[in-house]
C-alpha cells in the first residue's frame, strides 16, 4: 500500500475518533441534563397532591423547578461549546427527547405562574439557549411544539386531580387554554410524522377536559352556577355552626 493511501485513510480515522469523542463528551452531558429534568418532574408532579392551599403551594413549586433550570443552563452552555457549529443536526438525536421534555416542563411552570402560553424565545431563554438559528446553539422549534403538546396532556390531567381536591375553578381555566391551545395547532400545516401524531392525541386531551367540565357543570358544581353557590354556603354555614 503506498504512503500517499496510508496518509488518506489515516486522516479519515483521526476524523472518525474525532467524532466519537464529541459524541461521548455530548452524552456525558445529556446524561447529567436528563438526571436534572426526572428532578424537576419530581417536584412538578407534587403540584398533583391534595393541599390546602393550592395557589401557594403551586407557586412554591413552580419556584423550586425554576432554581434546578440553573443547572440546565449550564449544561445547554457546555453542549453549545461542544457542538461543532454548522453541525447542530448531526448530534441533534442526543438531546432531541431530554429537550421537548424539559419545553414541557417550562411551558407549563409559565402556564401556573402566569396562566399565559409560553413563546419559544421564553423557554429558550429558561433553557439557556438561542431562539433562532443564526444565533448560535439553539431550540428547535419541532422540539419546542412537541413540549407544548406534552403538556396538554399534564394538564388535562391535573384539572382531573383539581376536581378530586376540591378546586373547581382550575379546570374551566385550564379548558379555556388548552382549548386555544388546540386552536392555534390547527392552524399549522403539520407535515412531521412524529408531530403530527402528538397533535392528533391532543383532541383526546380536549375531550377528557371538557369531560370533567361538563360533569362539573350537570352536578352543580362549576363556579358561578346556582347550585354551586348554595352548596358553598351550605358549607360555610356547617362550618360556622362548629
Known amino acids: 500500500m503506498s504512503d500517499g493511501i496510508v496518509k488518506v485513510f489515516n486522516s479519515f480515522q483521526d476524523y472518525l475518533n474525532k467524532e466519537q469523542e464529541t459524541r461521548e463528551d455530548i452524552r456525558t452531558i445529556v446524561r447529567d441534563i436528563e438526571k436534572v429534568s426526572r428532578n424537576i418532574v419530581m417536584v412538578m408532579q407534587n403540584i398533583h397532591n391534595e393541599i390546602p ?11 423550586e423547578a425554576r432554581n434546578l433550570f440553573g443547572e440546565i443552563r449550564v449544561y445547554y452552555e457546555k453542549l453549545a461549546f461542544i457542538v461543532p457549529k454548522n453541525e447542530y443536526y448531526r448530534f441533534h438525536d442526543h438531546w432531541r427527547m431530554v429537550t421537548q421534555k424539559l419545553c414541557f416542563l417550562a411551558s407549563l411552570i409559565l402556564y401556573l405562574e402566569v396562566g399565559t402560553l409560553a413563546t419559544i424565545e421564553t423557554v429558550a431563554e429558561i433553557l439557556g439557549v438561542k431562539s433562532k438559528r443564526e444565533e448560535g446553539f439553539y431550540l428547535d422549534l419541532e422540539d419546542f411544539l412537541m413540549g407544548l403538546l406534552q403538556m396538554s396532556s399534564e394538564l388535562s390531567r391535573f384539572a382531573v386531580n383539581s376536581v378530586t381536591n376540591g378546586n373547581y375553578d382550575r379546570p374551566m381555566q385550564i379548558a379555556h387554554f388548552v382549548n386555544e391551545l388546540n386552536a392555534g395547532f390547527r392552524l399549522l400545516n403539520l407535515k412531521n410524522d412524529g408531530l403530527r401524531k402528538r397533535f392528533d392525541a391532543l383532541k383526546y386531551d380536549v375531550k377528557k377536559i371538557e369531560e370533567v367540565v361538563y360533569d362539573l357543570s350537570i352536578r352543580g358544581l362549576k363556579p358561578g352556577s346556582c347550585a354551586s353557590q348554595e352548596s358553598l354556603a351550605a358549607k360555610n354555614a356547617v362550618q360556622e355552626a362548629k
Open 53 to 63: 392551599e393550592e395557589n401557594k403551594i403551586v407557586a412554591e413549586y413552580c419556584a
